[in-house]
């Protein structure tokens, strides 16, 4: 088995017993960088002289005993994650040549424990989008076939774990940015509670939706970066103080029927989900399917709420105070116009319209108001089933990556591929998605774990029972 390819506490016992050399652990991974991102397009940007001082740096702290809890860990960072004095362009046009003047707590968080950031992945543009097609710097291929898609919106990131680039990732997650890559690329895709994780340093999309988590090869890795990256900083004032974790011997499943049966759920898809609620019920898990008549509003509510988030959240982006600016406008109006003309990916114009019909005077009762009411009912029927059970099961997604550009021609078609991820944003749960195989052509197939507001721990363990074979 190569170096990368071990959960972090494998290689950090080599690390302390010197048979392995941070400086040597980054070299593999640039390696891995230089022989398939070119083709893969999952780094924008490798920041390899930077690792490399660092590894040497690290190893020293190792050999003094003074190492950091993330001495060495490889980490690639989501294009929309601010890191001091590098570039963050969001995946758009628009943020071209900016660089961030502070550090994402997250990132941040990491870095103070001797993680290494060894670049900058590719993205849908300001997280908008299911497939990573909508990145201004071209699409991300998934390394399992490369005439599919990786998954979005953080296609790079879960593509570089993928193919060993990098230890671990970290993406963002608003409505399955995180899930939904990690499912379509065969690795672990976290996505916290929201309020767990600082939003502070990443450039918003939908700000009650968005959360930062981590992509990994393994359910122990990304419990171990959720520990480093979550609690308050001070800087963002949806956090809360996490409520006492469960015991762990939690064991009641439940499934949604109307995921189960929703005729957009690929036959091998749904085989390999119940095989996996065969195997929960072995462990000694009760598993139950239960109703969930909201399932046909949970897309509405969610593209009406986060393109009105959107819609304001990107209203600072006018080419005034940073990035790119249209350079022939005549007045400050033209400037306006023309600069977020030009910056702007067609998606990205198409929510922000969305978001601006449905907050103008005239709808915003009919949508944004009916929108929020509904979400709320969502949630409550959300956490009125985490009552009475301790996880609800799916698959991650109801297909496995498309080809690329199959989806592309259809917005809605788009959409209707966040069906089973957007629940845990909606409802503000955490979700956790990991392997489940793969199908007939070898793509690989998810399986999500969600579970009430700050029990990541038994989720966790759950996912770490369900994937002890890949360890
Ligand atoms: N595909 C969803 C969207 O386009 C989710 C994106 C995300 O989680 N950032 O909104």
Wanted: charged share 20%; hydrophobic share 40%.
């Amino acid at each position: 088995m190569s170096n990368s390819i071990q959960p972090y506490a494998k290689i950090r016992e080599k690390l302390v017993a010197g048979q392995l050399s941070v400086l040597t652990l980054v070299k593999s991974y640039l390696d891995q960088i230089h022989a398939h991102n070119k083709a893969l397009n999952a780094f924008l940007e490798v920041y390899e002289e930077e690792a490399l001082i660092r590894a040497a740096q690290i190893d020293e702290k190792i050999k003094a005993g003074s190492a950091g809890r993330l001495a060495g860990l490889v980490v690639g960072i989501k294009d929309l994650l601010c890191y001091e004095g590098h570039h963050s362009y969001a995946g758009s046009k628009i943020l071209d040549s900016f660089k961030s003047t502070f550090s994402a707590t997250a990132v941040q968080r990491l870095l103070d424990e001797d993680a290494i950031i060894i670049g900058r992945q590719n993205c849908d543009e300001f997280g908008m989008g299911s497939t990573n097609e909508n990145s201004a710097y071209g699409p991300v291929l998934n390394y399992a076939n490369q005439a599919h898609v990786a998954g979005g919106s953080s296609g790079g990131s879960a593509v570089a774990v993928q193919a060993g680039m990098c230890h671990v990732s970290l993406g963002t997650d608003t409505g399955g940015s995180i899930r939904m890559p990690a499912a379509f690329c065969g690795v672990v895709g976290l996505k916290p509670t929201y309020g767990l994780v600082s939003r502070w340093g990443l450039i918003a999309y939908a700000s009650s939706f968005d959360s930062i988590g981590p992509i990994t090869n393994f359910v122990a890795d990304a419990r171990l970066v959720l520990d480093v990256i979550k609690g308050d900083d001070g800087q963002d004032s949806t956090l809360v103080d996490p409520i006492p974790a469960k015991k762990s011997d939690s064991k009641r499943v439940a499934y949604i029927k109307e995921v189960v049966d929703h005729p957009s759920l690929q036959p091998e898809i749904k085989s390999a989900f119940e095989r996996k609620l065969a195997e929960l019920r072995d462990l000694g898990y009760v598993v139950e399917g239960v109703d969930f008549p909201y399932i046909d509003q949970l897309l509405p509510t969610y593209y009406v709420l986060t393109t009105a988030e959107s819609s304001s959240n990107l209203a600072r982006f006018d080419g005034v105070k940073y990035g790119h600016r249209n350079q022939d406008a005549g007045d400050l109006m033209q400037l306006y116009k023309r600069t977020r003309k030009e910056g702007f990916g067609e998606e990205v114009q198409r929510r922000i319209m969305l978001g601006t019909f449905v907050l103008s005077a005239d709808y915003y009762d009919a949508y944004y108001t009916k929108a929020q009411k509904v979400r709320r009912l969502i949630q409550d029927m959300t956490l009125d089933i985490l009552h009475k059970f301790d996880f609800i099961v799916s698959p991650t997604t109801s297909s496995t990556a498309y080809r690329i550009g199959e989806k592309t021609l259809d917005p809605i078609q788009m959409y209707l591929g966040d069906l089973f991820t957007v629940q845990a944003n909606v409802a503000g749960i955490p979700g956790l998605s990991v392997p489940m195989g793969v199908d007939s052509s070898g793509m690989p197939m998810g399986f999500q774990l969600m579970t009430s507001p700050f029990q990541e721990g038994i989720m966790l363990d759950l996912g770490e029972k369900l994937t002890k074979h890949a360890e």
